[in-house]
């Protein structure tokens, strides 16, 4: 582990970027996590992210000076009480242009404010509907991660974390009803605070070097109860909890769990870590069902089709989709429910027709619907040949190539899914809206309370009619 000041330099035009880092290597993996995620700049919309994308750094590259075209390199070792002045003279010597919107003591202070401070952010599991860094779940799907990887800082809205460089914070997770349950989710230094302009709304991400708990602590006592009403019940979101004074005696506590509950090992398996967590809340409150119920539900997926295409999916006629590009979350969907959703009409003539040949219309096979769902067999890399040996299959043309062009997926890795074992619903779950930017053939997954409860109903539909 090595403690200093470092520099990404872009070999191309000469900008370059100064940060400070407990763990200089763990930091380097922080900026170039997901860059090969469709969701990149949700993951970090900052400058220097921006210019990886641009210069096609798209790999995840996790030892420094292996880039070729951004050099990540240590440029003086330090001890951690030197880290901001350390940085303040190479941001002052250097001026690095990629350091715009990232917010350091050292670019915007002449005084470096050496007395250590902690605060506590608050996340509202019931207000939000997903744990710190869940998303890790679906976008990665890995069995093992290290423990680094699930601690990637905190989101607010609270200008006062500007001034957080060099503190410590603790995140605080709440969840559920009748007891609410707090838990001590993770510790971390700030080395680090982004800037993001969405509308003219400012929002702020800070990023450090800390730990994950090696699981989450409940907090819930008299103590805490006492600590949460200093707190503002956490109305405030993201405040400064000081030394001395009121609130003072449970920082303490935080303190002493943070480092009792530092994890031994390095790598863990993320999911089950998750899953070890809603069993213990529903342990906890027995009738606490609610938190995995609807990750359960929020695991799964939808294809959306026009009304003949998924005719065809649901009756058998067709039981290879080809895709291209698919994510991470699909390539590893094999077994699972995928649920068929209708979009508007491509053909509304000739599909209404084909409607009425197989006995079916708008009434019956409404679009914008849940019509059913089929079991997703099998994935597996596509080619001509396979193409050509499921011609009677995919009813797609001539050629895999044709397909590719008219799609306008020329040059992309093709991909074929097998389908089984469909079932259709007597009566179709409708009003149910794809999010705005799926098309035919694509897959998505809830994105809101409404959509969770649309999956629930489709998953459970089968069971209620037996």
Same mark, same amino acid.
């Given at each position: 582990?090595?403690?200093?000041?470092?520099?990404?330099?872009?070999?191309?035009?000469?900008?370059?970027?100064?940060?400070?880092?407990?763990?200089?290597?763990?930091?380097?993996?922080?900026?170039?996590?997901?860059?090969?995620?469709?969701?990149?700049?949700?993951?970090?919309?900052?400058?220097?992210?921006?210019?990886?994308?641009?210069?096609?750094?798209?790999?995840?590259?996790?030892?420094?000076?292996?880039?070729?075209?951004?050099?990540?390199?240590?440029?003086? %070792?330090?001890?951690?009480?030197?880290?901001? %002045?350390?940085?303040?003279?190479?941001?002052?010597?250097?001026?690095?242009?990629?350091?715009?919107?990232?917010?350091?003591?050292?670019?915007?202070?002449?005084?470096?404010?050496?007395?250590?401070?902690?605060?506590?952010?608050?996340?509202?599991?019931?207000?939000?509907?997903?744990?710190?860094?869940?998303?890790?779940?679906?976008?990665?799907?890995?069995?093992?991660?290290?423990?680094?990887?699930?601690?990637?800082?905190?989101?607010?809205?609270?200008?006062?974390?500007? !001034?957080?460089?060099?503190?410590?914070?603790?995140?605080?997770?709440?969840?559920?009803?009748?007891?609410?349950?707090?838990?001590?989710?993770?510790?971390?230094?700030?080395?680090?605070?982004?800037?993001? %302009?969405?509308?003219?709304?400012?929002?702020?991400?800070?990023?450090?070097?800390?730990?994950?708990?090696?699981?989450?602590?409940?907090?819930?006592?008299?103590?805490?109860? %006492?600590?949460?009403?200093?707190?503002?019940?956490?109305?405030?979101?993201?405040?400064?909890?000081?030394?001395?004074?009121?609130?003072?005696?449970?920082?303490?506590?935080?303190?002493?769990?943070?480092?009792?509950?530092?994890?031994?090992?390095?790598?863990?398996?993320?999911?089950?870590?998750?899953?070890?967590?809603?069993?213990?809340?529903?342990?906890? !409150?027995?009738?606490?069902?609610?938190?995995?119920?609807?990750?359960?539900?929020?695991?799964?997926?939808?294809?959306?089709?026009?009304?003949?295409?998924?005719v065809l999916l649901l009756w058998q006629i067709c039981t290879t989709l080809v895709i291209f590009e698919p994510s991470n979350k699909v390539l590893n969907y094999e077994g699972n429910t995928l649920l068929v959703?209708?979009?508007?009409?491509?053909?509304?003539?000739?599909?209404?027709?084909?409607?009425?040949?197989?006995?079916?219309?708008?009434?019956?096979?409404?679009?914008?619907?849940?019509?059913?769902w089929v079991i997703f067999e099998k994935i597996f890399k596509y080619d001509e040949q396979s193409f050509a040996a499921d011609k009677d299959l995919h009813l797609l043309g001539e050629s895999l190539a044709k397909?590719?062009?008219?799609?306008?997926?020329?040059?992309?890795?093709?991909?074929?899914?097998?389908?089984?074992?469909?079932?259709?619903?007597?009566?179709?779950?409708?009003?149910?809206?794809?999010?705005?930017?799926?098309?035919?053939?694509?897959?998505?997954?809830?994105?809101?309370?409404?959509?969770?409860?649309?999956?629930?109903?489709?998953?459970?539909?089968?069971?209620?009619?037996?």
């Amino acid at each position: 582990m090595v403690c200093g000041i470092y520099q990404i330099l872009n070999t191309v035009n000469g900008k370059s970027y100064i940060g400070q880092s407990r763990n200089i290597y763990r930091r380097w993996k922080q900026h170039t996590r997901g860059l090969d995620k469709p969701n990149v700049l949700e993951i970090g919309s900052y400058p220097l992210r921006y210019a990886f994308l641009k210069y096609e750094l798209k790999q995840v590259v996790t030892t420094p000076g292996l880039t070729g075209l951004f050099d990540f390199k240590i440029i003086e %070792e330090c001890t951690e009480d030197k880290l901001l %002045e350390r940085e303040r003279f190479w941001i002052n010597k250097i001026d690095p242009e990629y350091n715009c919107n990232i917010w350091t003591p050292a670019r915007k202070k002449k005084q470096i404010d050496s007395e250590p401070k902690f605060w506590v952010q608050y996340h509202n599991y019931n207000a939000l509907g997903y744990l710190p860094a869940e998303y890790i779940i679906d976008e990665y799907l890995v069995e093992e991660i290290d423990y680094d990887e699930a601690l990637t800082g905190i989101g607010t809205n609270k200008r006062s974390v500007l !001034n957080t460089v060099g503190d410590t914070v603790f995140l605080i997770v709440g969840i559920g009803e009748k007891p609410k349950q707090y838990y001590l989710w993770s510790k971390f230094i700030c080395e680090e605070i982004n800037i993001q %302009e969405n509308e003219n709304l400012l929002s702020y991400s800070a990023f450090g070097s800390g730990h994950l708990l090696d699981s989450p602590q409940l907090l819930n006592s008299k103590e805490f109860n %006492e600590f949460k009403k200093y707190c503002g019940n956490f109305g405030f979101g993201f405040m400064r909890i000081k030394e001395s004074g009121e609130g003072s005696i449970y920082l303490d506590t935080l303190k002493e769990i943070g480092e009792k509950h530092k994890p031994v090992q390095t790598k863990f398996n993320f999911s089950h870590y998750i899953k070890n967590f809603y069993t213990e809340v529903t342990r906890i !409150n027995p009738q606490e069902l609610s938190a995995y119920h609807k990750r359960g539900f929020a695991q799964h997926l939808a294809i959306s089709l026009h009304p003949q295409d998924a005719v065809l999916l649901l009756w058998q006629i067709c039981t290879t989709l080809v895709i291209f590009e698919p994510s991470n979350k699909v390539l590893n969907y094999e077994g699972n429910t995928l649920l068929v959703h209708t979009l508007d009409y491509y053909n509304p003539e000739s599909e209404k027709d084909f409607l009425i040949s197989c006995g079916l219309d708008e009434e019956t096979f409404p679009i914008n619907a849940i019509q059913g769902w089929v079991i997703f067999e099998k994935i597996f890399k596509y080619d001509e040949q396979s193409f050509a040996a499921d011609k009677d299959l995919h009813l797609l043309g001539e050629s895999l190539a044709k397909y590719q062009s008219d799609c306008g997926y020329e040059g992309y890795n093709a991909w074929g899914i097998t389908v089984k074992e469909p079932l259709i619903f007597d009566v179709p779950i409708v009003n149910v809206f794809a999010p705005e930017d799926i098309y035919s053939e694509e897959f998505w997954e809830p994105e809101t309370g409404v959509d969770l409860e649309d999956f629930l109903l489709a998953l459970e539909r089968p069971f209620k009619s037996e």
